[in-house]
């Protein structure tokens, strides 16, 4: 306060990721699991005891294996090693709860939200890279106690140079997850190609029904970006997975800021009125 009588209180809250971040694991050699048969132990840890009630977690894609927690492990840094090897996310949702994302896409048209200043929900500023920033043509992936896997593009290093990416101390049941891993990733990056990194969208200068749409977005979900670089040339469409979600909000406006992470390969959904179509 001031001393003519102003007073101002501020409000500072965290979510429960903060308490995860305080706990530690107990010591010990799990069973080969799911990633997220494993992250449902850390939570079912006597350190840990997290309600099964809040807890949103997928199965996973990928294995962990029997490396040895130690002593004083710390449990939100073990879960989140355990959602890279699953190139997943794991956050705490809009109902408090735990969740837990793996590398499965999930797209439908009654879900999937579309943003295009044309076609979809508009939005006020998006940042496009279109370079080296996410070009990796040399993928170098290693579980603890496992070999290393190496997946190269040699058309892409001969064009472009070396450009590598090294993801070590990751949790994998076997050597063969850390081949395919590597090949993945370096498919998805060994080429420059229009990336949407993050959108800025007008909250307050929506209708409810977008609105409404925008705030039902989760971290995790799959969006549609429709773009035109200036205003020159075609409409680029591109999905990506939103790995942020930020609300700047005063007495006049409110805006929302989408971070994604580039999905390339969108499965198709036998049925679906825009992904089921051949």
Request: glycine share 8%; proline share 3%; charged share 25%.
């Given at each position: ?7 101002i209180a501020d409000a500072v809250a965290k979510d429960v990721t903060s ?260």
């Amino acid at each position: 306060y001031t001393v003519d009588g102003d007073s101002i209180a501020d409000a500072v809250a965290k979510d429960v990721t903060s308490f995860f971040s305080k706990q530690v694991l107990t010591a010990g050699t799990p069973v080969a699991q799911t990633t997220g048969e494993r992250i449902n132990a850390v939570l079912d840890d006597p350190e840990v005891d997290w309600s099964p009630t809040l807890r949103d977690i997928d199965t996973g894609t990928r294995n962990t294996g029997t490396q040895e927690i130690a002593e004083n492990t710390n449990a939100f840094n073990y879960i989140n090693k355990v959602a890279e090897t699953e190139q997943g996310i794991f956050f705490v949702d809009k109902q408090g709860r735990a969740s837990f994302r793996d590398a499965t896409i999930e797209v439908s048209a009654d879900t999937t939200v579309t943003f295009g200043q044309s076609t979809g929900i508009p939005y006020s500023g998006i940042q496009v890279t279109f370079g080296s920033e996410l070009l990796y043509n040399e993928v170098v992936i290693a579980n603890v106690g496992g070999g290393t896997a190496t997946a190269s593009d040699l058309d892409s290093q001969g064009t472009y140079g070396i450009r590598n990416l090294t993801i070590t101390d990751l949790l994998g049941d076997d050597d063969q997850q850390s081949v395919d891993l590597a090949l993945e990733l370096v498919e998805q990056y060994s080429e420059p190609e229009f990336r949407v990194e993050n959108l800025v969208v007008d909250l307050h200068a929506l209708d409810e029904a977008d609105q409404n749409a925008v705030l039902g977005i989760e971290l995790g979900d799959v969006s549609e970006i429709i773009f035109r670089p200036n205003n020159i040339g075609d409409d680029i469409l591109r999905f990506g997975r939103v790995i942020s979600i930020q609300h700047d909000v005063n007495t006049e406006v409110h805006i929302v800021r989408l971070s994604f992470q580039e999905v390339k390969n969108i499965p198709f959904v036998l049925g679906d009125t825009k992904f089921g179509i051949l």
